[in-house]
């Protein structure tokens, strides 16, 4: 096809422009095609951060190192704290490279000069770095029946909270990608007591989880049913200490079933007082021998002058049931013992109801 | 920094594989024996010498887009000893590639020329030589085809799209196999279907197998570039919704028109009209070759343009 008396050489050239003619060609086809196409934006990439991982291997060859940094006059405990898993730097957030998030200088074997400014906590002063990967930051997840307070705290309406108040040090290892929790429902509480702030459930909980025996009630029963374990003037304490779990003082399965059926979060909790026979069926065999036994002890006690045994009260008076234990000897606050009698007995004293209603 | 994925990627990646593409068909001619049936041959000529000057042009294009490079070119070295980074794979592989498709061109214009370096032609076992850097380039060209989709697949947790597995339960990224394929036939348009049908009017004749294996190639590209919009949309989310932008979307203009119809089905009815009726239209051969080589170039901008980032 070409001229018999060109070069057969020219082949080459030919093809070479016809290479970059393509070039042009396909710029030239598409932009007139897209003419007649409702052709949007083009995507944009997430804008990329200074890849400084080259320039972040003098970070990198101290700080995964527990006895370099002790070299350089650090004690054993803050070589700990600052030691970084050599595996993190090939995480996610490792592979940007230690001065893209906490500036510094790069590159250098001086200490001194290698932290000349740098930013320990990086969402403090760049919380913009943050966003560039992670836009559009939702307020609901609704996989988890959860809210989060993203908007608030990146239009600055959260007063001083920032990135890492919440999600710690998410670039050094508790990542998204990962899977793993990234923010412990104890540290939204903590946060929220310290700022004085609603720790209701549904602050942040839109539904409940369904109940079931397995369930951790630490979730929802935090305060002050489960920290009341730990307290040493709470009688709830001497029972953790024995060992005992929520399940085998709440023991009534059914009931438990019944009061956690539609509950949401926020509800004030349903009290489901423990029975006395719960209470008996370790009390009797381990300290006393029956309940007769128990009424025996306080049988002479009086209040007011007036005998009247605590732990028989209603002895004789027609239509009233025991009381049961838990009333007087509470578990998870403190036990209001004999003034427990004055939520009936509203004007302090012990005379039949009939005799003023 | 860049803002979005448009022509200038498009256009290094579409170097890289048409330069890999087209050093494939002229080992593949030379192996073959077929590169001696000729005393002039168009493709391995052209397949031999322009690999070294497109790839070359695609790498400065990269190093362009890059842009760190530019300014702190001794940042391009760290880039050779990151073992763990597919930059550094690549970096590597077009490293050796191109001053192997430099030497290769070189050893072909020799061998076409046998009288204009006669001197040195006489000294040194020329053809020997030639087949060893074809087999060695050979590697570094597939290496540097499927390194053009693995470019692509590496960006996958941001981009899902580009690292769609070839099928939903294989976790195989198809852009890799997708950029081979098309880059072997971008190679064949601009070696046989242009230069060749330009050079020598009854070549087509004499490769009689060539229209099958060329078919076979659409064929094959066209099954790969179905399996990953069907996979894509299978996968869902930011995914489907670019495969979506394609195949019905704000690119489906494009695609059809520029890509479906210039680098599928044209060719594809071109070779299947050569291959049951013998017939070896010349200027249907070269509209097959220019439709081939540039919907070659606008799939890879289209696949650019269409990645859509997942939000973290």
Redesign the interface.
Known sequence: MLPTNWPRWIIVPIGFALAVVSIGLGLILVLSVQAFASYPEPTPTPPRLPYAAPLSMECTACHTDQEELEETGASAEEAERLYIDPSLTESTHGRLGCVTCHEGTPDTEDIDAAHTGLVADASVYFQEDCLLCHRDLPNEYPDDNLLAPHDQVVQGLAEGLTCSDCHGAVGHGDGVVSGEVIISMEACIDCHKERNLDVGCDVCHTEMAAWSPDTDCALCHMVPQVESLEDANLLAYAHAQEGLACLDCHNDLEALGQVHEGAVPGAPVTPLRVKMQSCFDCHVPNEHTSYEQVIELTADYTIDDQQINPHDPHAGVEGMEPVECSRCHQMHKESPLIKGCYGCHHAGTFQNCSECH | ???????LPA?YL??GG?GAGAFLVAATLEFLGKRYEFD?C?PT??GA??PG??VALGTVLLIFDLG?GLREPW?IF?MFT?F?SVMTWGIWILSVFIPLSLVYGFLEVMD??PLVWERMTKRIPVRRIKRIVAAVGAVFAVATALYTGILLSAVG???PFWSTSVLPFLPIPMMPLLFLVSAISTGIG??VD??G???L?DMQKRFRRLPLIHLALIGIEAVLLGLLLITAFVEGGAAAQAAQYIVIG?????FW??IVLPGFAFPLAVHAYTLGLGRHP?LLH?GAG?GI??AG??LR?VVL?????V??
Do not use: C, D, K, N
């Not at chain 2, 920094?1 to 022509?7: A, D, K, L, P």
């Not at chain 2, 704000?250 to 494009?254: D, K």
């Not at chain 2, 343009?305 to 980032?309: C, F, K």
């Open positions: 920094m860049q803002t979005v994925w448009e022509w256009i579409f170097l048409l002039f168009p000529l052209v010498i322009l000057p497109l760190a940042r760290y990151h763990s076409t020329y947790p941001a981009i601009l070696t242009l230069s049908t330009l050079a009017p704000p690119h489906s203009l494009v028109i520029l010349r070269l220019i080589v540039v170039l606008i901008y343009v269409s990645g859509i980032p939000t973290l």
